[in-house]
């Protein structure tokens, strides 16, 4: 028989133990709402702010109830792309529709397929479409699936979206009659890039990647310490989670690995202050490709374009890696006073 001190442990161990299974068991239920609702686009009209500008008491909502992402819409016509532009549909695995932008220019130079970032959709990239277009280069910009003008609502930070990529690819290659592509991914598109030459086996003639992340479970650290909160073990969780919901394993996410594959030239575009994909992770992704390679670090900028931050030295940068391997592209002229006067407006 136990005695009256036994049965006080006892109690309190019980009690202990139920605590912490209910702790276990609500941090779980956390992590996987936070998962949800950062992969899934919603129809809520205002986007949670970036984490480092949080107020606290938006933190703890965010905290509590998970961030909000609504659906990224393109609220602008191809026409702003430039003359000639237009929109197409590329088809991409079960049955997933791609927006897209197409603007030709000369058939023998190269076509530049552009990816977006995490929650945004193809005109984002305009700044970059337009520089490649001076360059003499035709542009093909991609909405990933659930954004823009594409089918779906929901995003896997970059891995099925590597399906969306080699779908691009085939379509620039066989319905556009392009022999030349290049492919420019930021960010989360750089991680789709490098995934798509890894597993679906796609051959780009060369590739220019801005901001890339070195595996999944670093950049959702990131976000914890953005917000001033631990990482462990809610960045774990968070890509456990994720990954159990969309079909994949998320600490699998590896763009260090993906581009030990690369077979191509490849440019590597990369803020020096970038709190999100860091310049030292980049470095990683930069270090496993076993071939021609070349890293551009940009002095002070941040998780944002270094088009429109540092424009002359980012153009200059590309087009000395393209003129290296495309030196037949013929460059289009900067246009006119008068023709500037004509374009579309913004």
């Known amino acids: 028989m136990l005695n009256t001190k036994s049965k006080r442990l006892l109690l309190i161990f019980a009690v202990l133990a139920v605590l912490a299974l209910g702790g276990f068991v609500a941090v779980n239920i956390l992590a996987y709402r936070h998962a949800w609702a950062m992969m899934h686009f919603t129809e809520a009209s205002e986007r949670t702010r970036p984490p480092e500008k949080l107020t606290v008491r938006e933190k703890i909502g965010v ?47 190269p076509v530049v397929i552009l990816f977006h970032s995490y ?40 891995y099925d979206e590597g399906e969306d990529v080699a779908a691009a690819v085939r379509f620039a290659r066989e319905r556009l009659a392009h022999p030349t592509v290049i492919l420019y991914g930021e960010s989360m598109g750089a991680a789709a890039v490098l995934r798509a030459v890894h597993d679906f086996d796609i051959k780009p003639d060369a590739i220019i990647l801005e901001a890339v992340f070195d595996n999944l479970l670093n950049t959702v650290r990131h976000r914890f310490e953005l917000m001033g909160v631990p990482t462990f073990p809610g960045a774990e969780l968070l890509v456990f989670w994720g990954g159990w919901q969309a079909g994949f394993d998320g600490f699998a996410h590896n763009p260090v690995r993906y581009a030990a594959d690369v077979r191509c030239p490849i440019l590597f575009l990369q803020g020096a202050a970038d709190p999100r994909a860091r310049p030292e992770e980049a ?61 579309p407006s913004q």
């Open 119 to 158: 929650g945004a959709e193809k005109s984002g990239a305009l700044p970059e479409a337009r520089a490649f277009l001076e360059m003499g280069c035709s542009v093909l910009l991609i909405d990933f699936r659930g954004s823009g003008e594409s089918s779906e609502s929901y995003t896997t930070i970059g």
């Open 63 to 109: 905290l509590l109830h998970g961030v909000s992402l609504p659906r990224p819409e393109t609220l602008i016509p191809p026409g702003t792309l430039g003359a000639g532009a237009r929109s197409l549909t590329v088809d991409s695995a079960h049955g997933i529709k791609l927006g897209a932008w197409y603007c030709p220019r000369p058939r023998q130079n």
């Open 283 to 343: 470095r990683r992704v930069f270090a496993a490709v076993p071939g021609s390679r070349t890293f551009k670090e940009f002095p002070g900028l941040s998780h944002e374009a270094a088009v429109v931050r540092a424009p002359e030295d980012w153009k200059t940068t590309v087009r000395q890696f393209l003129s290296g391997v495309f030196p037949s592209i013929h460059e289009t002229p900067a246009p006119s006073r008068f023709s500037r006067l004509l374009a």
